[in-house]
């Protein structure tokens, strides 16, 4: 079964402890930081919606992509819950053929979104993709998870339940190839009984130099790195760096 298919019914309830404001707070702040005037935002491998419709909330446009058909039901129905005036837009769209109608102000890809690109040249291919529709002097702003976090987890096992989901997930990291891959066991209450499916997730490990790499060589220049929602150097040992680059 493909990533986010039955796992994207309950990811909001599995993720509650991701505190979407602050990573909304984080990056309104690298926009004033980094960038010039920043109104239209792509939030690139949107998922369920979470961080869009926050910004949204604040005033920016967003349009939010993503390639779970599943993960973008949830999230309209979300917008369609709120009174927005102007809601996000969400399109069905993967990375590596991302298609806007113009361009943006700023692209945001968070939560390790990018990860799940496993090679060198699908990342190449994003960003190239990325060029075309963020303007001249635009941010792009991104997360990934370390190799330090993917030894971390490796061999380590995961239990989240609520009242109808129970989720148990490990992970086993391939040192040669820098791919993790997790896999998911969900089982959904189904009047008295549970229905169990499964899920394979495959995250790899970008190094340093083959991101910037990627960035170079589709009209971008990074212009910082960070820790963990920090405004510090990432640390030796870091799990999750930050990225911000600017569309040449």
């Known amino acids: 079964m493909s990533s986010y298919t039955t796992l994207a019914a309950c990811y909001d309830e599995?993720?509650?402890d991701v505190k979407y404001t602050k990573w909304a707070d984080y990056l309104t702040a690298l926009f004033k930081k980094h960038g010039e005037e920043t109104r239209e935002i792509l939030d690139l491998a949107c998922g369920t919606g979470s961080l869009s419709l926050i910004l949204a909330e604040r005033g920016y446009e967003v349009i939010g992509t993503d390639a779970s058909e599943e993960m973008l039901s949830v999230a309209q129905s979300k917008a369609w819950a709120t009174s927005l005036s102007v809601p996000p837009m969400f399109l069905h769209q993967d990375m590596e053929n991302l298609d806007l109608y113009g361009t943006v102000d700023a692209a945001v890809c968070c939560l390790d979104s990018l990860n799940y690109l496993t090679s060198f040249d699908s990342?190449?291919?994003?960003?190239?993709?990325?060029?075309h529709f963020i303007r001249p002097g635009g941010l792009f702003?991104?997360?990934?998870?370390?190799?330090?976090?993917?030894?971390?987890?490796d061999g380590r096992a995961f239990l989240r339940e609520s009242d109808e989901f129970f989720c148990t997930w490990s992970a086993e990291y391939d040192k040669e190839n820098k791919l993790s891959t997790f896999c998911y066991d969900i089982f959904r209450k189904c009047e008295e009984l549970w229905e169990r499916e499964q899920e394979l997730h495959t995250e790899r490990a970008h190094t340093n130099d083959e991101i910037i790499s990627a960035l170079e060589s589709s009209s971008f220049e990074l212009l910082a790195k960070y820790g963990e929602l920090s405004d510090a150097l990432p640390k030796e040992d870091e799990h999750r760096i930050f990225y911000v680059a600017k569309r040449l």
């Open 141 to 153: 702003i991104f997360d990934v998870n370390t190799e330090a976090k993917f030894k971390f987890l």
């Open 123 to 131: 990342l190449r291919r994003t960003f190239g993709r990325l060029k």
């Open 14 to 16: 599995f993720t509650e």
